[in-house]
């Protein structure tokens, strides 16, 4: 990341106006670990988190743009609880929101009660709806730079994701 942001520092000096940016990835098959589930977090969730706040110097304020690729996967609607929702929507802060998702998610998995404690068996729907969390506290803190931040969902598209299944293919 830090390289990446060293190169777009050299070529756009006068900063960005756009930062599109996307991570998916899924285990296949009925794999579902806590291992599995930090590994899932660590890329969809906190990879794209890191290029985001990494790249947010280099964006120019009052014309910014930052769109970020969710998925339907992670809509609020997958949380069982309604307890447990209330929690994650009222995180403030990306820490808290990183104690829910690793602390709470990554843990009850390990310890056998994720389902009890309302979350869904479901590493990548967690993973994006974490994404679709920091998005919304993101562009909170982003309101004085006049920075919009968006979460679009494709749909489900033909990739080797979806083990190229999908309805969409990458160019629609």
Same mark, same amino acid.
């Given at each position: ?13 006068q ?20 291992q ?21 110097p ?5 014309q910014?743009?930052i ?5 339907? =996967?992670? #809509?609020?609607?997958?949380? +069982?609880? /309604? ?7 009222? &995180?403030?802060? $990306? ?5 829910m ?5 990554v ?31 993101? =562009?909170? #803190?982003?309101?004085?730079r +006049?920075? /919009? ?7 489900? &598209?033909?990739? $080797? ?10 160019a629609?």
């Open positions: 990341v830090a390289s990446f942001k060293a190169w777009a520092e050299e070529q756009y000096p900063g960005i106006t756009a930062l599109v940016n996307n991570a998916g990835f899924a285990f296949k098959g009925s794999v579902f670990g806590a599995e589930a930090q590994e899932t977090l660590d890329v969809n969730y906190k990879g794209t988190r890191e290029v985001t706040e990494q790249l947010l280099l964006l120019k304020d009052g910014g743009r769109v970020v690729v969710g998925s339907m =996967a992670g #809509r609020s609607g997958i949380i +069982k609880s /309604a307890d447990l929702l209330t929690r994650l929507q009222a &995180c403030q802060s $990306d820490v808290e929101l990183d104690c998702l690793y602390g709470q998610f843990q009850g998995i390990a310890a056998g009660t994720f389902s009890q404690e309302g979350w869904p068996k479901s590493m990548y729907g967690v993973s994006k709806l974490g994404l679709h969390l920091y998005c919304r506290l993101l =562009a909170q #803190r982003l309101v004085p +006049k920075i /919009a931040v968006n979460v679009c969902c494709p749909g489900w &598209c033909a990739t $080797d994701m979806s083990s190229n299944r999908g309805i969409k293919t990458a629609q």
